[in-house]
């Protein structure tokens, strides 16, 4: 864990089962999907409502904090500073396991599976200028802008990539300084993000493939974040914020 976590304020891995119909909205079938949950992790213990989202909630004030959520076409969970990421994965796996059953999710039903590992960098800085000072500086853009007279107002760079041939597993890279609109998951203010997102495609032939999915895909994200995301982009935006004392 300390790869992950050493060089940012907040390291998460969140998870998205991403469907093609909508979910059931009676209110037993949710709450009896949180109870259930509830119970496996005593923790969750805040039930959220958000703009189109239902959630699932531990004390997001501790620095290990746990949360899942019900979107109409999605199912998504996150665990902030977990202990090992062995404990974050069985977070996820848990609810891969018990949701299918209280929301009656068939194998045909599954769209994709994603896993994203997130670190935060807390700062008063302007994050615009040190996303840029560290990851732009020196490559072609900086000749977009005249440092004496102007200002980056917008510096967020992303790629995505297709992993293997068939184009069914890809992995996208994201800068992020500007927040959003709140959402399960979130606790608000305005770090820079990193994220790296690795998505599987279904479907799936029966509901116990998606353990394997699973499997495959936090693999590719481990193997991206360690030899990519971290030297690449982490490890940068960790040394210019270091260099302007934070």
């Known amino acids: 864990m300390s790869t992950f976590s050493a060089f940012c304020s907040d390291f998460y891995v969140n998870q998205k089962l991403g469907l093609k119909l909508d979910l059931p909205e009676r209110r037993e079938t949710v709450l009896d999907l949180f109870d259930r949950l509830r119970r496996a992790f005593p923790r969750l213990i805040h039930f959220q409502r958000y703009e189109g989202e239902v959630a699932l909630e531990s004390e997001s ?140 495609y279904g479907p799936v032939s029966s509901l116990e493939d998606l353990k394997a999915a699973f499997g495959a895909v936090v693999g590719h994200a481990e193997h991206l974040a360690e030899n990519r995301v971290i030297p690449h982009l982490v490890v940068p935006i960790h040394e210019t914020l270091q260099s302007r004392g934070v």
């Open 61 to 200: 004030g501790e620095r290990e904090w746990q949360w899942a959520a019900l979107r109409q076409t999605s199912i998504r969970s996150g665990h902030v500073n977990p202990a090992t990421l062995a404990d974050a994965y069985n977070f996820h796996k848990v609810l891969l396991e018990i949701a299918p059953y209280f929301l009656s999710i068939s194998p045909l039903d599954i769209d994709m599976l994603e896993v994203v590992f997130g670190f935060d960098f807390e700062t008063e800085l302007d994050r615009d200028a040190i996303v840029f000072d560290a990851l732009l500086a020196n490559t072609p853009f900086a000749h977009l802008i005249d440092a004496g007279f102007e200002r980056v107002l917008d510096a967020q760079p992303g790629l995505a990539i297709s992993l293997g041939e068939k184009g069914d597993l890809q992995a996208a890279f994201e800068v992020r300084t500007k927040p959003r609109m709140p959402v399960a998951g979130e606790r608000g203010g305005d770090p820079i993000s990193v994220f790296l997102t690795v998505r599987k």
